[in-house]
């Protein structure tokens, strides 16, 4: 009996430590995210500002042949009277005024056409960037079915775990007491001993269920000055997840774009149930 025990404490520390180095993980690749999403709406931006140019430009080439042509045709005439010679000059520099405007519109239609190169670089550049934010999302895609059946063997184990844990928190209760913050001091923590509860130091587990099409960011916000706490989790994904005692909110965030209905919740030593498994507290992210 005590080796079993022994054996589940180590398999709940693995699991635990394995938590730990997952929200790492995912901290990390949200500050990926985040630059990413920066980088793409600066590209954005600069397509936008190429685009209002280049939707009013205008190719002046053919007007520019037709008024070079219709200059050199009246040129080549030769009048044969003083007066026919006058008015020739004035049609001459009438034609070049018209000619030094469209020369003038073309100068900028060739400024602002070269463009175009850049702007087809910068699309290129956010297709680049859209899969390399696209390539961290699907490291978080797993198999999307959750498992609604325990078979006898994963139930005993399932218990054992549950035993061996509550039997930590009450052996190491006072230690655990003295490394705490004031936080953790609170009543919730000196009612340990006459509450089932799952947790240690770090504080009472929930559950964290994104149902969501995407990886969602769950962000936590302590409310009464403990810990805040931001976990990015993929679609159809749950995990446990610790947070000491105190009121929570909790916002949901596709990159930078919030999603969802905000949602308070206290965490305490009251056990509640997620989908029949027990637990301190829960979020959901549903479906739609």
């Known amino acids: 009996m005590r ?19 997952f929200a790492q993980n995912t901290i ?46 009246i040129e080549s005439e030769k009048p044969e009277t003083e007066t026919g010679r006058k008015l020739q000059k004035i049609e001459v520099k009438q034609k070049m005024t018209a000619l030094n405007v469209l020369l003038k519109k073309q100068k ?12 087809d670089a910068l699309a290129a550049q956010i297709i680049k960037l859209e899969a390399e934010k696209n390539a961290i999302f699907q490291a ?58 799952y947790g240690d130091s770090s504080g009472f587990m929930g559950i964290i269920s994104n149902q969501y099409f995407v990886p969602v960011i769950f962000r936590f916000k302590s409310l009464d000055g403990g810990e805040n706490k931001e976990l990015l989790i993929g679609p159809g994904k749950i995990i446990e997840e610790k947070l000491i005692p105190g009121t929570y909110e909790v916002t949901f965030w596709n990159g930078s774009r919030q999603i969802g209905t905000p949602s308070k919740f206290t965490v305490d030593a009251v056990i509640t149930k997620y989908d029949g498994a027990p637990c301190h507290w829960w979020a959901y992210q549903p479906r739609f």
């Not at 920066?38 to 037709?66: C, F, M, P």
């Open 3 to 21: 080796k079993n025990l022994y054996l589940t404490g180590i398999i709940i520390s693995m699991v635990m430590l394995g938590s730990a180095v």
């Open 28 to 73: 990390s690749d949200q500050k990926k995210i985040d630059d990413i999403n920066a980088a793409i709406r600066e590209k954005q931006a600069t397509i936008a500002r190429i685009d209002s140019r280049l939707v009013n430009l205008v190719d002046y080439s053919a007007g520019i042949k037709k008024a070079t042509l219709e200059i050199d045709s």
């Open 140 to 197: 978080y895609i797993t198999d999307t079915k959750v498992p609604t059946e325990l078979s006898p063997k994963e139930l005993r184990m399932r218990d054992r775990g549950f035993d061996a844990r509550h039997q930590d928190l009450n052996a190491n209760r006072e230690e655990r007491i003295e490394y705490n913050s004031a936080k953790r001091e609170d009543l919730t923590f000196r009612k340990l001993e006459n509450n089932p509860v």
């Open 108 to 119: 900028t239609f060739s400024k602002y056409s070269g463009k175009k190169v850049e702007r």
